[in-house]
């Protein structure tokens, strides 16, 4: 039976967020945020991809159209993850199909829509069926039907299908094979949902093994079917892997590779010249006040992606709880609170941020890809969501240890010439501009100016 509640139902949700890697505009949003997406009302194609399918699409034009005109693409693998952060973004989830697909029936179950699967050899839909049926109580298979003998019409397939009055469609013949069935009779279907789910079939089924959860975890899937399936995967992993990595090093920029080279060496030689420093530093906050040596907080990164900033603790314990009520003593003027004054600075942290010991500790977020050594300072969330528009041009680039501001005189800038300074920043970056401005940090921070 159909379950149509399209009359009954919210307006669609807002879009996905994307973002476009080899042509393609990948999805970037939690899953949850996904299944909500695709389960609304409305007609959706969705395909999937991951190392091997940018690979195939780049020497296969019309695989890589069929691609083109799906509704959402979604993130396969460490392969795509890694490409997302060379363009500079986080990716927010591994939407896999093998993990994906069973999460997103769960909800469509509670929600009394039913799937038809079509795909694999004659009986894995079926066994697939029969574990996905064991596996969501309450979910509804609307039919199934192989993906050889039950493909070769293409016409009977449609018929069966959309007779079946399903409202997901699962085909899993494998890339490219199903991206453009479904790119070719995707029109002629009835169901509103219609994934391209790979092997999916094949792993509900039991017909190949998974990765233990912990090989997963680290993105080593891909070993394991290799271990397992030496034969046809070695041209995939083996050959394949090392061309995806040259692609991916396409989509950075020449400046981007010279400048994070420049920031690996800097934050490297940091942490081993002032690594006794950091030991002492350490040993006096513990001295001087109760609590943690660190202070995690977090920040806005490149384009709006929030991370976990390290400082080492200058105030407080409880210094997060008492911003609110000393934001009128801020001395800057604009959307970012700052105090000479600020009674929540321990004795021992006075001294560390007169000298920007405090900020020390972020050249291990330098060394992980959140921050670059020279940059605009990292803001928090809520003086993001109070920015005016221009404002938010200074998150185009990394934000940095210190820039343009921490040696022109800190503190005593207001916003509009702090962003003023970052956007001319963004703009104009070079590695030679950079070593400048770190030079000119060391004069500013043995001076002290402007720093509190």
């Known amino acids: 039976m159909h379950h149509d509640h399209a009359a009954f139902a919210l307006p669609a949700p807002e879009p996905l967020t994307t973002v476009r890697l080899f042509d393609f505009d990948v999805v970037s949003e939690s899953g949850d945020r996904v299944v909500d997406h695709l389960l609304a009302p409305g007609r959706r194609r969705v395909h999937f991809v991951n190392a091997h399918c940018i690979n195939l699409a780049a020497r296969d034009l019309s695989y890589a159209r069929a691609l083109r005109s799906a509704d959402v693409v979604l993130p396969d693998g460490a392969g795509i993850e890694l490409a997302f952060r060379a363009v500079g973004h986080r990716m927010a989830e591994n939407l896999n199909g093998t993990d994906f697909g069973p999460r997103l029936l769960a909800e469509a179950a509670s929600r009394g829509k039913s799937v038809f699967l079509f795909g694999g050899r004659p009986g894995t839909a079926d066994a697939a069926a029969a574990r996905l049926a064991r596996d969501i109580p309450g979910l509804v298979i609307a039919g199934t039907r192989d993906g050889y003998e039950g493909a070769r019409d293409a016409e009977a397939a449609i018929r069966a299908i959309n007779a079946s009055g399903a409202d997901i469609l699962m085909v899993a013949m494998g890339v490219p094979l199903q991206d453009q069935w479904i790119a070719d009779h995707g029109d002629d279907l009835t169901p509103p949902l219609t994934l391209g789910v790979g092997a999916l079939f094949d792993f509900l089924a039991g017909n190949v093994s998974r990765a233990p959860r912990l090989l997963r975890k680290v993105r080593g899937e891909w070993l394991w079917r290799l271990a397992v399936e030496p034969r046809r995967m070695f041209r995939r992993y083996v050959l394949g892997n090392p061309k995806f990595l040259i692609r991916t090093l396409g989509l950075i920029a020449p400046h981007t590779i010279a400048k994070r080279a420049f920031d690996l060496l800097v934050a490297g030689a940091v942490i081993l010249a002032l690594s006794p420093l950091f030991a ?89 890809g959140d921050m670059s050594i020279v940059g605009p300072r990292p803001a928090l969330p809520n003086e993001v969501a109070a920015y005016p528009p221009r404002a938010l041009g200074r ?17 005593e800038i ?13 703009r104009t970056r070079s590695v030679l501009l950079d070593a400048v401005l770190l030079a000119l940090t060391f004069r500013a921070v043995l001076t002290g100016r402007g720093a509190y």
Do not use: H
């Not at 080492?312 to 004054?341: I, N, W, Y």
């Not at 321990?346 to 330098?366: A, C, K, M």
């Not at 990394?398 to 040696?407: A, D, E, S």
């Not at 916003?415 to 920043?425: L, S």
């Open 280 to 368: 002492l530093t350490a040993l006096a906050i513990k001295a001087d006040t109760r609590g943690p040596v660190f202070f995690r907080q977090t920040r806005v990164g490149r384009n709006g992606q929030p991370f976990s900033m390290l400082k080492f603790r200058s105030m407080a314990v409880d210094a997060e709880a008492q911003r609110d009520a000393l934001l009128a003593t801020s001395d800057r003027s604009g959307v970012c609170f700052k105090s000479r004054t600020d009674p929540r600075v321990t004795r021992v942290g006075r001294l560390l941020r007169r000298y920007s010991i405090d900020e020390l500790p972020q050249v291990f977020n330098v060394l992980t």
């Open 395 to 411: 998150l185009a680039v990394k934000p940095g240890l210190t820039g343009v501001w921490q040696v022109s005189g800190r503190a």
């Open 414 to 426: 207001g916003f509009d010439k702090m962003v003023d300074m970052d956007i001319a920043y963004a």
